[in-house]
């Protein structure tokens, strides 16, 4: 019953997603300049649900509807990585049937997805502290990890028991770990030693950083990798989150001068 009032939900509302004007914007999207690294923060299921008189569980099931549009989207337009929060350190303290729906859901997603993911050369990527998760989300990560290994695709970073403090707690504690070992000195630890030692390491730092449903917070993400990252930030819920809406934010992220501290081009004196 859940699936088929989430899908007649979805069905009302495609319509409009319809009406935007994909060609348009496509055509303004510079395929040599995409982002490299797109994060986003899948907020406001709740708010999606409960705008609609419906248990906060259908905002869940209906996010992993955008999440799917949103993978098939950054693999077509041949970014490198996606990173998408789907389940904070914090979000323990949610009452233990909604942690119970979520940790469900991303079972199902994976068995289902799998096949697909596995087409379109998605190589699955679980970033946190994974040890921590129920033994039937290792086990369906495990399969998805292992199935799509040699996938050269997008890497899609699952955000899963994360937390970017933790995340940046772990890499200290390898740190001086190696450091009292004698196989890293302190002399040589600069910011990309840093970077090495985080779950991101090796790829590059987002470019992007999506948050939908209107806030506007951090949220303990990726907080070492978004320094110089361009937030675009939108009112949409993420169940109503599509391909339009990131269209939109590349176009303008394509637009922004990026200058890493520096000065603008025509600035310059020297
Ligand atoms: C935040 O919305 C969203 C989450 C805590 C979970 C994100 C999960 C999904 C998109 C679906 C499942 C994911 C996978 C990978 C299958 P919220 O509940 O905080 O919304 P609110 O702020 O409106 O209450």
Not at 13 to 39: F, T, Y
Not at 78 to 91: C, D, G, M, P, R
């Amino acid at each position: 019953m859940y699936n088929r009032i989430a899908r007649l939900w979805r069905q009302k509302e495609s319509k409009d997603l319809d009406g935007a004007d994909l060609e348009k914007l496509l055509a303004k999207i510079d395929r040599n300049r995409v982002p490299r690294h797109i994060a986003i923060i899948m907020d406001g299921n709740g708010r999606w649900a409960n705008s609609r008189g419906l248990p906060r569980f259908f905002g869940h099931k209906a996010g992993v509807e955008s999440l799917r549009d949103i993978v098939r989207a950054c693999s077509e337009f041949k970014i490198q990585v996606l990173t998408v929060y789907a389940f904070s350190t914090e979000n323990w303290k949610r009452p233990q049937e909604e942690v119970n729906v979520l940790m469900d859901l991303l079972v199902e997603y994976l068995y289902k997805e799998i096949d697909e993911l596995c087409r379109e050369g998605v190589k699955l990527n679980p970033i946190g502290k994974l040890d921590e998760l129920p033994a039937g989300v290792i086990k369906a990560l495990q399969m998805a990890v292992e199935r799509s290994r040699t996938n050269e695709g997008l890497i899609l970073n699952l955000a899963l028991n994360y937390g970017g403090r933790t995340e940046i707690v772990e890499a200290v504690r390898n740190i001086a770990s190696n450091v009292k070992k004698g196989i890293l000195s302190i002399d040589q630890i600069d910011g990309n030693t840093i970077s090495g030692y985080l779950y991101t390491s090796g790829q590059p730092d987002p470019d992007l950083l999506i948050r939908p449903s209107g806030d506007f917070r951090i949220s303990n993400f990726l907080l070492w990798q978004l320094a110089y990252t361009e937030f675009w930030l939108t009112p949409v819920l993420w169940p109503d989150f599509r391909r339009v809406h990131l269209m939109r934010a590349i176009v303008d992220f394509q637009s922004r001068e990026r200058r890493f501290g520096g000065l603008k081009k025509n600035n310059r004196t020297t």
